[in-house]
């Protein structure tokens, strides 16, 4: 059902459409993806929690939905603001239209608004609190909510998105493009701190012949030891990173006992565990065309990106090399410590959506782990 709508800005900004989906108020960091393709993994990606995404592709439902590519097992985002919604998707894949799949879900669009204009905004005043309203809304009483509505900055999100209990994970990746999965081999098991795992990094691993373990954000560095693993993950999640000192420490008792290989929040957190700070970028990295350089190849490897904080890299110690550096802004995209055997990256070497350029680094942890 077509609705009145509104994308309000806590500065007073706001840009008018039509909503779709439930009626009402809804809050959340706003922040644009640029990627072209792979709506469902971007809305289904548990990173997405406690924003509003705006898609700077103009046309978005175009294949409708197929689940086998859902990163989770919902949808996170508050809510998301698109040009046009594809009511009737074209794809021999295709088991529901997005419009659907966005309803039963609970997450509200905002369409009919120009996304290249609210982009061009939030890279020119950051990213900021904002609200999207779906009904016959006030603009008083979505200034009243919005207002008192929490920043990005301080808020934990990851007990929210997390697993409330451990599970094995057994799904690889598709044969059909990436060929037949190594046999396992395996006893030890790879444990996978959940702070919002995307389902794609569990097939990697899985396809790579591990046996994989998924635990909750908060489980102790003894309970993980008691699965007697060959090696650590530390995974994709929302909110601020220095939210989460419990979970630093308990990284501090792991360092140099296993491989650890962080993603994404994994990364910042393992930045922190070594004494690292992380700061807020002014409106993130999130698309899946980011070029990042390799310091130790010197290649360019174009990424999938979703992250609103970054590491300091001068706050690293000095056992810490940079190996990854963004060509957009220069911050941080990656470092390992030889002396600790643990490793991370910024952006998503899974990639889903996005290309596969960094696939690799899952090679490397598995390299590392038989070394």
């Known amino acids: 059902m077509r609705q009145t709508g509104f994308l309000l800005f806590e500065d007073g900004i706001c840009f008018k459409g039509v909503g779709v989906g439930r009626p009402g108020v809804y809050c959340g960091e706003a922040v644009f993806n640029t990627a072209a393709s792979g709506y469902l993994e971007i809305f289904s990606d548990p990173s997405y929690a406690g924003q509003i995404v705006v898609m700077t592709s103009p046309h978005i439902g175009n294949y409708g939905i197929s689940t086998q590519d859902a990163e989770s097992e919902k949808g996170y985002p508050g809510a998301i603001v698109i040009r046009e919604l594809c009511r009737h998707g074209s794809n021999f894949r295709m088991e529901v239209e997005l419009n659907d799949w966005l309803n039963s879900n609970g997450i509200p669009a905002l369409v009919g608004v120009d996304t290249r204009a609210i982009t061009r905004f939030i890279r020119q005043a950051g990213s900021m609190r904002s609200v999207v309203c779906i009904g016959d809304v006030a603009l008083e009483e979505a200034n009243r909510i919005l207002s008192g509505s929490p920043r990005m900055e301080g808020s934990e999100w990851v007990s929210k998105v997390s697993c409330d209990r451990s599970y094995e994970w057994s799904e690889p990746l598709s044969e059909e493009f990436f060929g037949k999965p190594e046999r396992s081999l395996q006893t030890k098991p790879i444990v996978v701190y959940d702070f919002g795992v995307k389902r794609n990094t569990l097939r990697h691993l899985v396809h790579r012949g591990f046996r994989v ?29 220095a939210t989460l000192p419990t979970v630093v420490n308990e990284i501090q008792k792991l360092l140099s006992q296993l491989p650890i290989f962080g993603i994404c929040l994994g990364h910042q957190l393992l930045g922190r565990a070594l004494g690292a700070t992380t700061f807020k970028l002014p409106f993130g990295h999130h698309g899946a065309n980011h070029p990042v350089r390799d310091l130790t190849t010197g290649r360019i490897e174009i990424t999938s990106q979703n992250h609103g904080f970054a590491v300091d890299p001068s706050s690293l110690p000095d056992t810490a090399e940079i190996t990854h550096w963004n060509l957009y802004d220069s911050t941080l995209e990656g470092f390992q410590v030889h002396s ?32």
């Open 213 to 241: 373990v998924v635990v909750p954000w908060d489980t102790s560095s003894e309970w993980v030891s008691s699965y007697n693993p060959s090696g650590i993950l530390l995974s994709n999640g929302p909110g601020d990173p």
């Open 340 to 371: 600790k055997n643990a490793f991370a990256v910024q952006f998503h070497p899974e990639a889903a959506p996005g290309p596969r350029d960094s696939n690799h680094l899952f090679d490397r942890f598995q390299q590392l782990i038989q070394q």
